[in-house]
């Protein structure tokens, strides 16, 4: 691990510049020799949580541990541009494999461009972004969504889920982008892209419903499928039912469980709908999760105030609260890849009959 001063500003009321420090440097305390960076200390680790800690680590002023983090997906990256879904250490945990979790890669590699203007390192790993996206890709169905997941036999799942298909949706926006600095054209994926960004904007119909989950409420925002008046709209309609006042956002909202990162996206998702005043309050309820280490506890559960999981820290959890601080500090380069400042407008491609068009 390297030494180094953390190149994040603080966000007053939130968190000073030494505490984001801290938190950078807890995350790359965490970072295994080959690069892989797990859930803690013992834990398993996932591409797609492996790459926003890498995201993290980049604008924190670790680049070098970023770019260990992208060598080591380069490493373990499977044959058909897929990965597992949990590794530990060497081991594979689990041999799902994901979609949304494949694609991710896009979209750290192109923050870390935007951020370090290292397109050598991106133009490294351009093969392994190509052929992830490559593989997502194979399962686009005939409606534009994507499906979520092949199981350990291999077989497709036979639905799409609102949330993953959201994160593609910005992950293949990023790979376009990557394309177009590396000099190379990938006109299909931006055409899926446009089916696929329609899909979520107008179909929410078309996924698996999941509607107490707060990453379907405010994910086809985040990802920049839906947007202005229509975005606000539905972030205000899900707004008591999945945010408790001044204590954060709820995973589930069936529960009264807040969970940081869920709140730390959410505040990404206010920044890129232009509600900064909201997201800037809404990131200082993360603080009732901060330790005195930099990490954050995964989840508090209320009235009792306890941790579930039980004394639980997440490197995934501290990522997404560095990313909104970066968000709304503009500390970075790379600060505005989720207001969607660095990618180009969307395409919205409606399916042959679709009744609501453009």
């Not at 041999?95 to 397109?119: M, P, Q």
């Not at 593989?135 to 949330?163: C, H, K, M, N």
């Not at 379907?216 to 707004?239: E, I, N, Q, S, T």
């Not at 869920?262 to 999760?289: F, K, P, Q």
């Amino acid at each position: 691990m390297s030494s180094t001063t953390s190149e994040l500003s603080g966000v007053p009321g939130v968190a000073s510049s030494e505490e984001l420090a801290d938190t950078a440097n807890y995350l790359a305390s965490l970072q295994l020799p080959s690069g892989q960076i797990p859930w803690f200390t013992g834990g398993h680790c996932d591409p797609w949580n492996h790459v926003e800690v890498a995201m993290a680590l980049t604008i924190s002023g670790y680049a070098r541990e970023a770019r260990a983090a992208y060598r080591w997906l380069g490493d373990t990256q499977l044959g058909d541009g897929s990965w597992f879904n949990y590794y530990v250490g060497d081991r594979v945990k689990d041999t799902r494999l994901d979609t949304n979790v494949c694609a991710y890669i896009a979209t750290g590699l192109y923050h870390y461009v935007l951020a370090t203007e290292d397109v050598d390192f991106a133009a490294e790993l351009w093969p392994t972004v190509e052929r992830a996206l490559e593989f997502v890709l194979r399962w686009q169905l005939d409606d534009g969504t994507i499906r979520w997941s092949l199981d350990a036999q291999g077989r497709p799942e036979s639905y799409a889920l609102l949330t993953g298909s959201s994160s593609i949706f910005h992950s293949l926006r990023c790979g376009v982008a990557l394309a177009e600095r590396l000099d190379r054209a990938k006109p299909e994926w931006e055409l899926a892209a446009g089916r696929l960004g329609h899909a979520v904007a107008r179909h929410p119909g078309a996924f698996a419903p999941k509607n107490e989950f707060a990453m379907d409420w405010y994910y086809p925002m985040f990802c920049g499928a839906l947007r202005g008046d229509a975005g606000v709209k539905r972030l205000d309609d899900g707004w008591e039912r999945h945010v408790m006042d001044e204590l954060g956002v709820r995973c589930v909202s069936t529960n009264d469980w807040v969970t940081a990162a869920e709140t730390a996206e959410c505040v990404l998702t206010l920044d890129a709908l232009g509600l900064t005043s909201r997201a800037l309050d809404l990131l200082g309820c993360t603080r009732l999760h901060r330790r005195d280490d930099g990490a954050y506890w995964t989840g508090v559960v209320y009235p009792t105030r306890t941790t579930f999981p039980d004394r639980e820290t997440t490197s995934y959890t501290a990522a997404a609260v560095l990313l909104a601080a970066d968000a709304l500090s503009s500390s970075s380069k790379a600060a505005g890849i989720f207001r969607h400042d660095e990618l180009a407008t969307p395409v919205d491609l409606a399916e042959p009959g679709c009744p609501l068009g453009r």
